[in-house]
């Protein structure tokens, strides 16, 4: 998959996305997903997030922001969010929207170019905002993993008939418990642990190459879902959950001037 295969999809994905949302004002769209950890193959789908700028109105009128996911043609999906919702769950400190800032994949809005250009100037001070909340989310990730391993959503029935689980989510599990202690160690910047050590190892179980029986798998993902257990325990036992003061003042900062230049630009 090449890069400009990724760039024409993400513009056919903005493009469909605001339409199916109302066409309204947006900051940014980037890859997400198994591209940005070097875990794609022939088979991956490129999904994407774009984040959305409310109008005057809705914020006058406190409207419930329109989050929702833009599924394509091709069964590629588009999760469109409101960016006050983005910036809450970015102090959650999730992998799955944090990742962004890191990926060289994205198209930005010219409007706001200069503050997306800061926020990833700041990306490792925001992906270290909260190591507290950091841990409890790759926790918690892991145990959404082991519940998806072997559980008959419509879309893995088939899977599941063949190999008795849904290797992708094993894949998934070890990738976060793998990022979860290297990152915490302090040794490596966040974008190099978003790059699992083992790719071979977890491209064969992504493929349901490795094992070869789902009891091995489900021995497998309670043996990882113990180590992130015992390794968030230890590792949070004399944190505080308290997001960094400065790097909240970038975001919310961030977000005033997002919002207020897009209004300033509506009223005209």
Same mark, same amino acid.
């Not at 295969?5 to 066409?23: D, F, T, Y």
């Given at each position: 998959?090449?890069?400009?295969?990724?760039?024409?999809?993400?513009?056919?994905?903005?493009?469909?996305?605001?339409?199916?949302?109302?066409?309204?004002?947006?900051?940014?769209?980037?890859?997400?997903?198994?591209?940005?950890?070097?875990?794609?193959?022939?088979?991956?789908?490129?999904?994407?997030?774009?984040?959305?700028?409310?109008?005057?109105?809705?914020?006058?009128?406190?409207?419930?922001?329109?989050?929702?996911?833009?599924?394509?043609?091709?069964?590629?999906?588009?999760?469109?969010?409101?960016?006050?919702?983005?910036?809450?769950?970015?102090?959650?400190?999730?992998?799955?929207?944090?990742?962004?800032?890191?990926?060289?994949?994205?198209?930005?809005?010219?409007?706001?170019?200069?503050?997306?250009?800061?926020?990833?100037?700041?990306?490792?001070?925001?992906?270290? +905002?909260?190591?507290?909340?950091?841990?409890?989310?790759?926790? +918690?990730?892991?145990?959404?993993?082991?519940?998806?391993?072997?559980?008959?959503?419509?879309?893995?029935?088939?899977?599941?008939?063949?190999?008795?689980?849904? +290797?992708?989510?094993?894949?998934?599990?070890?990738?976060?418990?793998?990022?979860?202690?290297?990152?915490?160690?302090?040794?490596?910047?966040?974008?190099?642990?978003?790059?699992?050590?083992?790719?071979?190892?977890?491209?064969?179980?992504?493929?349901?190459?490795?094992?070869?029986?789902?009891?091995?798998?489900?021995?497998?993902?309670?043996?990882?879902?113990?180590?992130?257990?015992?390794?968030?325990?230890?590792?949070?036992?004399?944190?505080?959950?308290?997001?960094?003061?400065?790097?909240?003042?970038?975001?919310?900062?961030?977000?005033?001037?997002?919002?207020?230049?897009?209004?300033?630009?509506?009223?005209?």
């Amino acid at each position: 998959m090449n890069d400009t295969k990724i760039m024409s999809r993400l513009k056919k994905h903005l493009s469909e996305a605001l339409v199916s949302s109302g066409n309204p004002d947006w900051f940014v769209i980037c890859l997400q997903g198994s591209q940005n950890y070097d875990m794609a193959d022939e088979n991956s789908d490129i999904d994407s997030k774009l984040l959305i700028i409310p109008e005057l109105e809705d914020l006058v009128l406190n409207r419930t922001p329109p989050n929702h996911v833009h599924i394509m043609d091709n069964d590629e999906h588009c999760d469109v969010k409101d960016i006050r919702d983005y910036f809450k769950i970015v102090r959650k400190q999730n992998i799955n929207f944090v990742e962004i800032f890191f990926t060289d994949y994205y198209l930005v809005n010219n409007k706001y170019k200069d503050i997306w250009m800061e926020l990833q100037r700041h990306r490792e001070e925001i992906a270290n +905002g909260n190591i507290y909340s950091f841990l409890k989310c790759c926790k +918690g990730m892991i145990f959404e993993k082991r519940h998806a391993l072997t559980h008959p959503y419509p879309s893995k029935l088939d899977l599941l008939e063949k190999y008795g689980f849904d +290797g992708k989510q094993l894949s998934h599990a070890y990738r976060v418990y793998d990022f979860a202690t290297r990152f915490v160690s302090g040794k490596e910047s966040y974008k190099d642990c978003l790059v699992p050590k083992d790719k071979d190892f977890l491209m064969s179980i992504k493929r349901n190459e490795y094992p070869e029986d789902v009891e091995t798998a489900k021995y497998m993902m309670d043996e990882i879902v113990e180590k992130i257990t015992l390794f968030e325990a230890m590792n949070n036992k004399y944190r505080t959950n308290k997001f960094d003061e400065n790097v909240s003042k970038l975001l919310d900062d961030s977000l005033y001037d997002i919002i207020t230049r897009s209004i300033k630009e509506e009223l005209k």
